[in-house]
């Protein structure tokens, strides 16, 4: 695996996985299976209130080519084929939605020691075309990420990033939405054994005039079970727990409590999922 800045989505990721990933405010579940040709199928379920949510994927792995097809409730159809290292350092994504006949892209993923990109045109008449680069080391990395829409003539995104990080310590900066939005995040492992860390990400809305501070932690309570907690600076507290019972096989449930209206009910997430 080529060791470098990574890819302009990896700034902030670290800070972005502990405040954000894993809590879940719904019903969750999830199981996969192999057949004996080696094909892994995923059904998975999601319950948001009154709305039940359902799709059922199947993964082909082939040497470097992987073939990974879903269909929903909606009756589409997501098809993506990835060919992994066609070249030193390349990736090839090609991905479509059927019936969605605007939906088909290409997309190319290349990781160099020094630098990262990432760039994809849609497969219509006046495709959207994305770009991202980053330039740097496993020290220091700066990015940008656009997207021009050649039906319009203009840029739909403009954002620019920026990561510093060492051994136990990343930090990130970057500004989003045409430069109406500035991110600034922060991960410290503070125990490795443990997997003891902390983050915060801090935005402000130039616009709106508004700042919005995320703060959290996480901590292994044990090999299998890990606990997480975060607070913003509007009064939401959230916490959540995940055991993984049998290798790959998660249980997580998490809650959200408004305590600057504490009398309302608390909400509960659950996700199982289940691999053999």
């Not at 990896?10 to 996985?17: E, F, L, N």
């Not at 990033?161 to 410290?188: C, E, R």
């Amino acid at each position: 695996m080529v060791k470098g800045p990574g890819l302009y989505s990896d700034i902030g990721k670290k800070a972005r996985d502990l405040l954000y990933r894993d809590y879940v405010s719904d019903h969750k579940f999830t199981i996969t299976t192999y057949s004996t040709t080696g094909v892994a199928i995923t059904s998975s379920g999601l319950k948001k209130g009154e709305l039940f949510l359902a799709d059922v994927s199947t993964q082909l792995k082939n040497k470097n080519l992987t073939t990974d097809v879903k269909v929903d409730t909606n009756s589409n159809v997501y098809t993506t084929i990835t060919v992994d290292e066609p070249a030193p350092g390349l990736k090839t994504i090609v991905s479509f939605v059927v019936p969605d006949q605007k939906s088909g892209k290409v997309e190319l993923q290349y990781l160099h020691e020094y630098a990262g990109i990432n760039t994809s045109i849609g497969l219509t008449a006046s495709p959207l075309v994305n770009f991202s680069g980053v330039a740097g080391n496993n020290t220091v990395a700066l990015g940008t990420d656009l997207s021009f829409d050649t039906a319009t003539g203009n840029f739909t995104k403009c954002n620019a990033g920026l990561s510093f990080s060492t051994s136990d310590l990343i930090a990130s900066l970057a500004l989003n939405d045409k430069g109406d939005t500035v991110s600034a995040s922060y991960y410290h492992t503070v125990k490795p054994v443990t997997n003891t860390a902390v983050g915060a990400e801090l935005t402000h809305s130039f616009s709106g005039n508004e700042n919005t501070l995320t703060i959290g932690t996480q901590h292994l309570l044990d090999p299998l079970t890990t606990v997480k907690a975060r607070v913003n600076s509007y009064g939401k507290a959230s916490a959540l727990i995940q055991h993984e019972w049998r290798p790959k096989s998660l249980f997580t449930i998490s809650g959200e409590v408004d305590t600057r209206a504490i009398e309302k009910s608390a909400k509960i997430g659950l996700a199982v999922a289940l691999k053999p």
